[in-house]
């Protein structure tokens, strides 16, 4: 069983910032796509963004990402060099970015990206208003 973690969750203006961390065991983050979903009230889960990271050094590695259009040029998804943590740094927040966010994890992506389906682990979210 994989136990995913975010952090990072609260209040903010529009047109403020939140950076979303999500924990996850050793080599959890390196070794699987990851990927950020958010629910809002009355909403399907909807995907956000997502990571792959190619390569198995510090410093000698690509990572393939994804964005929803609704969050490109605003959100950033990154993952630490230790590999033991995953985020989203968001951006020029607006009140339609409200919603409960998750991280969810995948050995491999064999399907859309952005689809609940796809990922077989998920965190228990954390709040994001934006207000």
């Known amino acids: 069983h994989v136990q995913l973690v975010e952090s990072g969750g609260g209040s903010v203006q529009a047109g403020g910032s939140l950076r979303l961390s999500c924990s996850a065991p050793?080599?959890?983050?390196?070794?699987?796509?990851m990927g950020w979903f958010r629910q809002a009230p009355g909403k399907e889960r909807e995907g956000v963004a997502s990571?792959?990271?190619?390569?198995?050094?510090?410093?000698?590695?690509?990572?393939?990402?994804n964005y929803e259009d609704f969050v490109k040029g605003r959100f950033t998804i990154s993952q630490d060099n230790a590999k033991t943590t995953l985020y989203l740094q968001m951006n020029s927040l607006k009140p339609e970015d409200t919603a409960v966010y998750y991280c969810?994890?995948?050995?491999?992506?064999?399907?859309?990206?952005?689809?609940?389906?796809?990922?077989?682990?998920w965190g228990q979210g954390t709040q994001v208003t934006v207000s």
């Open positions: 050793k080599n959890i983050i390196s070794d699987y796509f």
């Open positions: 969810a994890a995948i050995i491999q992506c064999r399907a859309n990206w952005d689809e609940t389906g796809t990922y077989n682990y």
């Open positions: 990571i792959d990271r190619y390569g198995r050094t510090k410093t000698d590695y690509i990572d393939s990402v």
